[in-house]
């Protein structure tokens, strides 16, 4: 494993744990290309899990779920 897929899992973890400090510790010092690896390996790692762990009868809720979000961010409203 690459030290930038360590730093995506590291990443992906930290957010989870909700520790903006961490997660920030992890980009620190990473240039723009890296810096899109980790956002690129975050979301699909992230996506990878929620789908092992939720299994296909909870994927859609997952997505209304998110699309509701990013809804709200669009709008200035709350989901």
């Known amino acids: 494993m690459t030290g930038i897929n360590v ?12 520790s903006d400090a961490d997660a920030w510790a992890l980009l620190d010092g990473l240039d723009t290309n890296e810096l899109a690896q980790v ?11 929620l789908r092992a762990y939720c299994g296909p009868e909870h994927t859609s ?10 809804l709200a961010d669009s709008t ?3 989901s």
């Open 61 to 70: 809720q997952v997505i209304h779920t998110l699309q509701g979000f990013a």
């Open 76 to 78: 200035g409203g709350t």
């Open 39 to 49: 956002a690129l390996g975050a979301t699909l790692a992230l996506a990878t899990a």
């Open 7 to 18: 730093t995506t899992y590291g990443f992906v973890v930290a957010a989870l744990r909700d």
